[in-house]
């Protein structure tokens, strides 16, 4: 999964992405896992004490999957390059290695190897009713502006500050070396390995 290393990224952030359903799916599973706990220590206090640990087991289970699935994915976005946290993997992108920026399915980078980088936290934006008749120039316009967090919005805000790192003599100093670097996340690897323990439990306890 590891590609040869590539260069760190030590731009200034310039900001972190992700989709609202996204974040507030995430965190409605942590609240209902936090009622779940409340309910568990209240039957402890009168004294159930039975199925206690198949419980915190699908608790502690919940909420792992809630972090890894919807809170932790998310595009940060520095001055020198992006990195995309999906599920089990963080890919550092640095802008010398970008070859395009695109925005299909979901967030992509692909760099000048011809490799794609997708990223989990930015899908496109899907339409429940197909549009017709609608001038394409005046409809990206007006969705740049009020879009939210769409793979089509967070494209152009890195194609904009690919533009400024290049204007601003970034390219001039590009190794023709520069290479993505696709990195397993250990957390979260851990946190579902956890979650899946603690879904056997929950179901033999």
Do not use: C
């Not at 805000?157 to 533009?163: E, G, M, N």
Request: aromatic share 6%.
């Amino acid at each position: 999964m590891t590609q040869t290393p590539g260069p760190q990224l030590t731009g200034e952030l310039i900001g972190v992405y992700r989709t609202t359903p996204a974040r507030i799916l995430g965190w409605v599973m942590v609240a209902g896992a936090g009622v779940l706990t409340a309910l568990t220590v209240w039957d402890v206090s009168v004294g159930r004490q039975q199925g206690v640990l198949g419980a915190l087991a699908l608790i502690a289970g919940i909420a792992a999957v809630a972090w890894v699935l919807f809170l932790r994915p998310h595009v940060r976005l520095l001055a020198d390059g992006v990195v995309l946290a999906n599920v089990v993997s963080d890919t550092t992108v640095p802008f010398d290695a970008v070859e395009e920026v695109t925005h299909q399915w979901s967030l992509e980078l692909r760099d000048r190897q011809g490799r794609r980088h997708s990223s989990w936290a930015v899908p496109v934006k899907r339409e429940r009713v197909r549009r017709t008749g609608v001038d394409d120039f005046a409809e990206t316009t007006r969705r740049r502006g009020t879009g939210g967090v769409t793979a089509q919005t967070v494209a152009d805000v890195v194609q904009r500050a690919l533009q400024r790192w290049r204007l601003d003599g970034g390219q001039l100093h590009a190794g023709e070396g520069a290479r993505a670097r696709q990195d397993l996340s250990w957390p979260a690897i851990a946190a579902l390995g956890a979650a899946l323990a603690l879904g056997l439990i929950s179901v033999l306890g």
